[in-house]
Every structure is written in structure tokens, then in C-alpha cells.
């Protein structure tokens, strides 16, 4: 039996105004390094930790945006954005990070893992997963 | 004079601002922060929510919380005035109390 399931992390809460959003990017970091398959969904208010552009300097709290950015070195293959959620905030894809994924084995690469989908895909992608970590 | 209302809430997740709204009087200065500021924002289910308010409130937004979010000034609805702390608390002297919608 293999030991490797497949983590979905669910966030749905906007960043800063609750500690759920870096709470979750830490417990991510944390499974990726035990070599799990580590995935992330964007739903509701949870699409806003992914805006580009975040300045932080002005209410004294750590900007952990650019962390996101980094997570295709943690070997996270998929990151799911909501759809309706993000037309529902005044959000389009154009206003969220970019994050790139690379094999340094095979050298395969993905430039941006970060995927719009729609409601019915993010229904299946939940259902399909092992394990689905609720922030 | 009139109070000051504070939002400090995603409109998306309580209906802080729809309380806020809905209870707060004509002429009252509205103040969203924090988490609250997603109200300001254009092009969202919400926003007739607020763009109907400024004509007869008088809508403030903070704006270091809109920019710590990676939103933009030309982003806010007309009508809302961005204001930084020093403004937060002017808009508290100003008025007789203030209440806040948590």
C-alpha cells in the first residue's frame, strides 16, 4: 500500500483579517515535505489570499503572499481558483499570483499551476481527494 | 451630530455591512476596515449595496487594510473616500460615539 495520498487543501477565508489563510499555508509547507501530493482549492473570501500586489507595510503584519509564489518549488502540482467565487469579489484571473512548477528531474514544466475552474470541477476535484483539510 | 459605524467583516462572509446598512442612520460616517474593506471594492455582488448608501452616508475605507489586499484606489467604488489612520481617528473625534459591527 502506498503511503502517499492525495492532500487537498480547501481555503475559504480572505488573508490578514483572521490567521486562517497563513495557518493553512503552513500546514501546506508541512505536508509537502513529507512528500505527500498537495493540492490547494480557492473558494469563496479564500480567493482573495491570492491577489496580486499585496503591501503590507501599512498595517504592520507579514506579507506572506510571496509564499505562494514559491510553492511549484515544494513540488505543489495544482492550485484550483473558484470561479464564481472569484466573479462574485470583482476578481478575474489577471488579478492572481503566478505560480511556476518545474521537475528538476525531467525538466518538465508548468509556467502557471494556478487554475480557474468551475463549481462542478471543484465538486469532483474535492471528491477525488484522500484527505481535505478545511481552513 | 452622528455616529460613526465600523465594518470590520467580509461582506461575502457576515452581514455585518448589511446590518450596517440597514441600521444606521442618514448622515452617519461608515468606516470599513480590515477584513471590511472587500465591501469597497468594485464589481462584486455587493456593490450596489454600497453605492447606493453614499449618496445619503458617508463612506470611508482604509487604506492601508485595501492595499495590505493587493487592492487598488481606482478599484473603489465612487463615493468612498480612502482615509489612513490618522483619518480612523479624526472620523472618531468627529462623531458623538462610535458602533461598531463586528
Redesign the interface.
Known amino acids: 500500500m502506498s503511503d502517499t495520498k492525495n492532500f487537498m487543501f480547501l481555503n475559504r477565508r480572505a488573508p490578514y483579517g483572521t490567521i486562517y489563510a497563513w495557518e493553512s499555508l503552513e500546514v501546506v509547507l508541512i505536508a509537502a515535505a513529507f512528500e505527500q501530493n498537495v493540492s490547494l482549492m480557492f473558494v469563496d473570501d479564500g480567493v482573495y489570499e491570492l491577489t496580486k500586489g499585496q503591501d503590507t507595510a501599512g498595517i504592520g503584519m507579514k506579507n506572506f503572499s510571496p509564499t505562494y509564489r514559491t510553492l511549484g518549488d515544494y513540488e505543489v502540482r495544482h492550485m484550483y481558483v473558484d470561479k464564481a467565487s472569484l466573479e462574485a469579489r470583482g476578481l478575474t484571473a489577471d488579478d492572481l499570483v503566478e505560480v511556476e512548477w518545474e521537475d528538476w528531474e525531467t525538466e518538465e514544466s508548468v509556467d502557471n499551476i494556478v487554475e480557474v475552474v468551475d463549481s462542478d470541477r471543484v465538486a469532483e476535484l474535492l471528491e477525488e481527494s484522500d484527505v481535505v483539510f478545511s481552513f | 451630530m452622528s455616529d460613526l459605524h465600523t465594518v ?3 461582506p ?2 457576515k452581514n455585518s455591512l448589511e446590518s450596517c446598512l440597514r441600521f444606521s442612520k442618514s448622515g452617519s460616517a461608515i468606516l470599513l476596515y ?2 471590511g474593506v ?1 465591501g469597497a ?5 455587493v ?1 450596489s449595496m454600497i453605492a447606493s448608501a453614499v449618496g445619503e452616508k458617508k463612506v470611508y475605507v482604509l ?3 485595501f ?6 484606489d481606482d ?1 473603489i467604488i465612487d463615493g468612498v473616500e480612502v482615509v ?1 489612520y490618522a483619518g480612523f481617528v479624526d472620523l472618531v473625534e468627529a462623531n458623538d460615539k462610535v458602533q461598531a459591527w463586528v
Open positions: 470590520n467583516k467580509s461575502f462572509e480590515e477584513d472587500y471594492l468594485k464589481g462584486t455582488a456593490e487604506g492601508p487594510d492595499k495590505a489586499r493587493g487592492l487598488t478599484r489612513d
